[in-house]
């Protein structure tokens, strides 16, 4: 019999995210329902099932709930090895600077300056759309916003000076001095569903491919951009907060669109 209830109470005490604790407990629910004991030769078969089933990151996800069960129970020697995730040699679904610039430029044009901001901030700043959403008028007055993680590690996300400039002007005019930046028309902040939404709206209005406007596309540009004006890695992993100087490299690669580019000019035999 597995012991979920405190299985549960200890991932609570760790203070995971409430998605994760979900995931974990599926996991473990599910491997018992369908495998029984936690054996060795059950677990190696749950994982052949996931590996000829999931893609690698799913594969990990669940591997990582498993594990997490079974040092709980202290059968930390039956624990599964995670599977390689194959990184690819470019970058997918980015907006060009040249699509992104016309994209605020034109937002700013037809008078829609929330979201001009909104595009404006998430490139230049590289916030995730949920950190993004915490920005408010005092941290554009002092020019940055410190972003705590669970794990008590403090981010800080710089807003450029002429960025900050602009953005106090539009505050100043609208009579605002405070509070948060993105709101709704009921005044409270805008949802991360709400902005993507939106966005993929105006991509369409604009005749832009709706598969790179998207937020996170906006940080990834952050990056590239980033390393085309000032080429320190270590300090772009700092800025993005990355645990990992590995995990930002993958900006040091074309996209498939600059590739597909630079293939056309080239290759001319």
Request: aromatic share 14%; charged share 25%; with cysteine.
């Amino acid at each position: 019999m597995i012991d979920i209830k405190n299985f549960e109470s200890h991932l609570a005490k760790l203070d995971l995210a409430k998605n994760s604790i979900a995931s974990y407990l599926w996991t473990v629910n599910y491997f018992s329902a369908h495998y029984g004991e936690f054996t060795k030769k059950n677990l190696l078969a749950y994982k052949g099932f996931l590996v000829e089933n999931y893609k690698p990151q799913t594969v990990n996800i669940r591997l990582q709930a498993i594990n997490r069960y079974l040092d709980f129970v202290g059968k930390e020697r039956s624990k599964l090895k995670f599977v390689k995730v194959q990184q690819k040699n470019f970058l997918e679904n980015v907006i060009s600077n040249a699509d992104y610039l016309y994209l605020k430029n034109r937002l700013k044009d037809d008078g829609l300056i929330d979201w001009y901001f909104v595009v404006w901030f998430l490139t230049a700043t590289g916030a995730r759309v949920s950190e993004l959403l915490q920005i408010k008028v005092e941290h554009i007055k002092i020019g940055y916003l410190d972003i705590y993680s669970k794990g008590g590690k403090m981010r800080r996300i710089y807003i450029p000076k002429n960025l900050a400039s602009e953005a106090l002007e539009w505050f100043v005019g609208r009579g605002v001095s405070s509070g948060y930046l993105f709101l709704n028309r009921y005044g409270e902040r805008i949802t991360t569903r709400g902005i993507s939404q939106q966005l993929k709206c105006y991509a369409s209005k604009y005749g832009l491919n709706p598969h790179v406007v998207y937020p996170h596309s906006f940080r990834h540009r952050f990056a590239k951009n980033f390393l085309e004006k000032f080429n320190d890695i270590a300090l772009l992993a700092d800025l993005m907060g990355h645990e990992s100087i590995e995990t930002t490299r993958i900006y040091l690669r074309r996209t498939a669109s600059e590739q597909q580019d630079i293939v056309n000019r080239v290759i001319t035999w």
